[in-house]
């Protein structure tokens, strides 16, 4: 389960916490430096670790607090809550144009992320929910892609839209509009080129698809496996073409939760789903008090 390492470490301090009837400052300034610790262990990006234990040690040390009738829950309840606000505090939801309307999507992200299956596991929730999707395959560079877009098209019952890979990933994202508009669908994925690392070709890309379609959200695909890398890549994507939020994969085999508790805090954009499982209903719309209290235990 995520987070497993973290949550183990934290309860422990918690314990401590509980188990005082009084709480001195010297106690909750011991329980900080724990609660530090866990959170770098975790992976979780440095200057989130220091703003948060500062958040936290403000609220704590004051009087209400240590004099108030029990401050150990007291003082788990401000983690919590800080914990809550690290990750964005409230659901981002995705927001499509109306029905008559075409809303269009960009994925992008790097290859290995799990861009192509979470476009598909998507593209199945809005389907589920009375959209007509269509899955759009723009990553002209490996054969493959396009054939693994085509399968997950298929088992989710979402059509795709492949023009080879002879054509420009703008050009065929037109054209994908275009049949979109004739056959009454009205929201479109752009399944993306992802490359190994993060280059200027990508980007340039992702840009000129951007500046020359109405795009109503970019998002990023990054792996929770991958920590602060995780978290690396969203601020450049972010810094590079703008992107309106993260869904972080892999969250289910992800021990330690770095990413998680970083993106929103370092990047300012949300999580809006994170996928848990290779299947393709495994994708959970991200829910930062939940993910506290799954943390916190
Ligand atoms: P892409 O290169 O970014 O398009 O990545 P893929 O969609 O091909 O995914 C790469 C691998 O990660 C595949 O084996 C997927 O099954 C796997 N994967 C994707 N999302 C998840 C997830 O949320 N959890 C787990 N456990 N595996 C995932």
Known sequence: MAFDSLSDKLQNVFKKLRSKGVLTEDDVK????????????ADV???????????????????????????????????KEEMDKLMGSEMTEIK??????????????????????????????????????????????????IKQLQVNGEKV?????AMGDNNKPLDIAKAAIQHAAKNNINLVFLDTAGRLHVDEDMMNELAEIKDNLDIAY??????????QDAV????????KIGIDGVILTKLDGDTRG?????????????ILYSGMGEKLTDLEPFYPDRMASRILG
């Open 232 to 239: 690396n890549v969203a601020t450049t994507f972010n810094d």
């Open 157 to 161: 019952g979402v059509p795709v839209f």
């Open 96 to 145: 499509l144009r109306p029905s008559n309307e075409i809303t269009i999507i960009m994925m992008c992200g790097l290859q290995g992320a799990g861009k192509t299956t979470t476009v598909a596991k998507l593209a199945y929730q809005f389907k589920n929910k009375g959209k007509k999707p269509l899955l759009v395959a723009c990553d002209v560079y490996r054969p493959a892609a």
């Open 258 to 270: 770095g990413a998680a508790l970083s993106i929103k805090a370092v990047t300012g954009k949300p």
């Open 45 to 79: 990006n440095f200057k989130v670790v220091k703003s948060f234990v500062k958040s936290v040690s403000d609220r704590a040390v004051g009087e209400e607090v240590l004099k108030g009738l029990n401050p150990g829950h007291m003082v788990i309840k401000i983690v």
């Open 218 to 227: 970019t998002i990023l695909t990054v792996d929770s496996m991958t920590g």
């Open 30 to 41: 011991e329980a900080m430096k724990e609660v530090k610790r866990a959170l770098l262990e």
